[in-house]
């Protein structure tokens, strides 16, 4: 060791002291927590491509409340159903809505006891669905919330999750 030391230009070994075994601690957890991030980032990815083919050849699920996709020559409607589209592909594929399930969302979570995620996860989807139907001139902005709206779609969930009372007094 002594003559390592002295290739290095030092007249004694270095011996480890306390701050390595913490600095190589220290480093392990940026790895970890890189990994972490990378493999958020790879699942995300992933999912994105399993949703972008929506756009390509949508379902019915989809073109009962989107519609046909816009053409090319009308770009700014193309991009807002492209968006809805992947929205409700994404939410049926992380939330394992049955394929053969004829409605766009599926069940109302809440109606399921569904947790926080998917709840947030539902109303997102729901929310670009409204933007994209009003933004294509397929209905009116709308009052009310997430599923008060939503529930004025016809296919968009099964009609068992539809409160039959939740426009009473309304006027609608």
Do not use: F
Not at 57 to 67: D, M, N
Not at 97 to 121: F, K
């Amino acid at each position: 060791m002594r003559a390592l030391a002295e290739r290095l230009g030092r007249s004694e070994p270095e011996m480890p002291s306390i701050s390595v075994p913490l600095a190589h601690e220290q480093k392990i957890e940026r790895y970890r927590a890189l990994q972490s991030v990378a493999d958020q980032a790879e699942h995300a990815a992933e999912r994105d491509r399993r949703a972008t083919p929506a756009a390509q050849s949508p379902g019915e699920h989809i073109t009962r409340v989107l519609g046909e996709r816009p053409g090319a020559g009308r770009p700014a409607e193309r991009q807002q159903w492209d968006r809805a589209a992947e929205a409700i592909e994404r939410y049926r594929d992380t939330h394992n809505i049955d394929p053969a399930e004829a409605t766009t969302l599926g069940p109302d979570p809440r109606r399921l006891n569904a947790g926080y995620e998917q709840i947030r996860d539902w109303e997102a989807a729901g929310e670009q669905i409204l933007h994209a139907r009003e933004r294509l001139g397929i209905s009116p902005p709308g009052l009310g919330t997430i599923e008060e709206r939503l529930s004025r779609i016809a296919g968009i969930m099964p009609q068992r999750d539809i409160d039959p009372h939740r426009d009473i007094g309304r006027g609608r």
